[in-house]
């Protein structure tokens, strides 16, 4: 069984300060680790993915995440946040990679970006 | 590459009718695509697995006769939403996974209001 939680529903962060989204998971198996990103009233957008290979992965946008299997935390950072990074963050596991495995969602983290 | 385009991205319909929202993997080849529903300020819902040449695996609690999946096609998927009433009302995206360096793409999303 899988599960995943994002510890925030809400981030506000000012522009050009560092963004922290927190994301603990639960994996029966290695996991594979997935953050998206949502702007309103579109569709999904690939951050980064951790596929068992390198424990810190680099993502688009200056983002990354580091997998931490002693804590079972997958956290989404990057060092200056900008004001087209306001949108939904979700936090995404699934199973060892099949194209039919299915994956679950976090409930979602709101990062806000103040001027 | 490695594109989902969803459509229509937005449609309004009135209740007791049926719309149809379709799922294309435009450079890749699917036998797998998923099907979400998103709820305002909500996480994704994972409604059903659309399986090409097979019948698709609905969630629990998600009305078979209600959501009518067909996947006839290695690049097309369809979601006929039956029937509609303003409960169904939703933001619907589906997705599908063009191979291991990818994760998972999504569509663009389609809000379905049903007046």
């Known amino acids: 069984a899988q599960s995943v939680t994002q510890l925030d529903s809400h981030v506000s962060v000012s522009e050009g300060t560092p963004v922290l989204l927190r994301c603990n998971y639960s994996?029966?198996?290695?996991?594979?680790l997935f953050w998206y990103v949502q702007h309103p009233n579109k569709g999904l957008q690939l951050l980064l993915k951790?596929?068992?290979?390198?424990?810190l992965v680099k993502g688009i946008n200056g983002f990354e995440a580091e997998f931490k299997k002693s804590e079972t935390s997958f956290h989404l950072t990057k060092p200056s946040a900008h004001m087209s990074d306001a949108a939904e963050y979700f936090c995404?596991?699934?199973?060892?990679?099949?194209?039919?495995?299915?994956?679950?969602f976090g409930s979602g983290t709101r990062l806000s970006i103040r001027p | 590459g490695a594109v989902v385009s969803q459509h229509p991205s937005r449609v309004i319909c009135k209740s007791g009718t049926s719309v149809k929202i379709e799922c294309r993997s435009l450079?890749?080849?699917?036998?797998?695509m998923f099907w979400y529903r998103q709820f305002p300020k909500q996480s994704l819902m994972l409604m059903a697995t659309s399986n090409e040449g097979s019948k698709a695996t609905y969630e629990q609690g998600v009305e078979k006769d209600k959501f009518l999946i067909n996947h006839a096609s290695l690049t097309l998927s369809t979601l006929t939403v039956t029937s509609a009433h303003p409960e169904d009302s939703s933001f619907y995206i589906c997705?599908?996974?063009?191979?291991?360096?990818?994760?998972?793409?999504f569509g663009s999303g389609t809000r379905l209001t049903v007046v």
């Open positions: 951790y596929t068992s290979a390198a424990t």
């Open positions: 994996s029966s198996y290695s996991p594979s």
């Open positions: 450079d890749f080849q699917a036998t797998t």
């Open positions: 997705s599908a996974s063009p191979g291991p360096n990818y994760g998972y793409t």
């Open positions: 995404v596991v699934s199973g060892p990679y099949s194209s039919a495995s299915k994956i679950i």
